[in-house]
């Protein structure tokens, strides 16, 4: 539905409007000579759907991020959305009978519709990929949806923080804000949203192309929140949020490109529990190839570690995620570097989705002190160890007064790279072919998912194109995680030994 010229709104730049499906940002609003009438330049979401960089026969009209995001569209082929209660009155009278049925889960948290007669009893509202764009009449949301708890406005028509205010503020019980493939212009003076958002506990802003810097601006908006998902964002490096977020339990910076020692910044947040650190790019733990004792130490190997210290500063953290990052020890065993993370982080419970049991625990903080015994006594360890020493194992000492000091038959010497030591015994199955047994082989960490199909095309004579394959962890019974992509490796998926991974084919 698209609108007339003289219907096109006076502060139409910056807006957000749709066409042919596709979302984009107006960048421009009037005449683009030679051609008559008037016409909207616009910056899309997906610069695939573009044509240049806001230029025309030499003129520059407006700017692009992608020299290829823009187009020049007629008024009368966009929407500049609708406001909230017609969105909701055009989501829930499609299917009323299915849409109340539904199990609503945000935040590990779940909702029923239940028994609902009007929009005054919804707990819920979602309306992810409509063309809202505006709260509509002052006061009307407060009255025909007051009951609101969670939000749902992901990749919405929505322009700006302050549009979003005007929506929130009408909901005096919204707990939950997800605003994630949103492009929101940031506001001038964000204390002055903050009783918009005064209840907030938990708000998703994933790709959203937002910056730290960004999200600490927004922050004095939320004074109440524990729950901030920001994945898949522009987040590089990560400043410190000096008495902001103070409040924040859970925080997952999952597919943002980090800059590593930039991590540190977030011992300022003092109720962190859970940290989700999955595909962030974190390099690789690899233990220094000098033996024991020399100080030509990899000063990456030292800057991966000191993270990891500084993480087990933070006094209530006590979940983290860091999946799809290399993670591995020079002996190529993922389960090294777990162990390695389980025996320095010792507040930690929860690692990687799957709970640290007290056994588990007590090998791996074993197996620490023996991995570094030989290190630990000639810096000193039986009087009082180095300052190096301490600074780069912190724990290593309570450890020691845990359980005892190593003995040297005990110590472990590194072990050189081996391809023995990297492969994993994988057992494939065929949920679809009750006839046919389950394999099991021994493939390196290493291997990438494309070879593992090409050798389950000549086990099998099914086209490597038509397989699917899935994973299970006895640490996680009753997951199935998904291998989605044939170019990663089997220890990017953090599959391990003796998992199973489940083969089907269309």
Known sequence: ?????????????????????????????????????LWLGVEWDNPDRGKHDGSHEGVQYFTCRH??????????????????????????????????????????????W??????????????????????????????TTPNVEWLDLTGTLMSCWEDVATISQQLDRLEGLQLSYNRLRLPPDP???????????????????????????CAPMWPQLEDLCVEENSITEL???EGLL??????????NPLVQDSVLSLSALPRLEQL????????????????PGNDTVSSLTASVWFVVNELAKLPSLVRLSCRGNKLVSRDGNPKTANQMLIAKLGQLVVLNSCEIHADDRRGAELDYIKMFGEEWLKAGGRSQPSPQFICEHPRYQALISKY????????????????????????????????????????????????????LYRLLKVPAADLRLTYTSPKMVGTEFEIDSDLKTLQFYSIEDGDQVLVRWS
Request: hydrophobic fraction near 35%.
């Open 1 to 37: 539905m698209g609108v007339d010229e003289a219907e096109v709104p006076v502060d139409a730049v910056g807006k957000r409007v749709s066409c042919g499906g596709e979302r984009a940002t107006v960048r421009y609003f009037g005449p683009v000579p030679p051609t008559a009438g």
């Open 67 to 112: 020299p290829t995001g823009g187009s020049f569209v007629r008024p009368a082929k966009v929407s500049f959305g609708v406001d909230y209660l017609t969105a909701v009155r055009q989501e829930y009278k499609i299917d009323s009978e299915e849409v109340l049925s539904e199990e609503i889960s945000i935040s590990k948290k779940k909702l029923k």
């Open 114 to 143: 239940g028994n609902i007669k009007d929009f005054e009893s919804l707990p819920s509202v979602l309306l992810s990929r409509s063309d809202v764009s505006w709260s509509g009449a002052d006061g009307e949301i407060r009255t």
């Open 191 to 217: 204390s002055a949203l903050r009783h918009a958002f005064s209840a907030l506990k938990v708000v998703v802003l994933n790709g959203c192309q937002l910056t730290w810097p960004q999200i600490l601006e």
């Open 239 to 241: 400043q410190r949020p």
């Open 246 to 255: 103070q409040s924040l339990k859970s925080l997952s910076l999952s597919s």
């Open 276 to 291: 989700n650190l999955s595909k962030t790019g974190l390099s690789v733990i690899q233990f220094e190839d000098a033996a």
């Open 404 to 455: 005892g000091a190593p003995e040297e038959g005990e110590l472990r010497k590194p072990e050189p790279f081996a391809l023995k030591n990297q492969l994993l015994k994988i057992t494939f199955v065929f949920p679809d072919d009750a006839n046919r047994k389950p394999l099991e082989k021994k493939l390196p960490a290493s291997m990438v998912v494309q070879k593992v199909k090409g050798l």
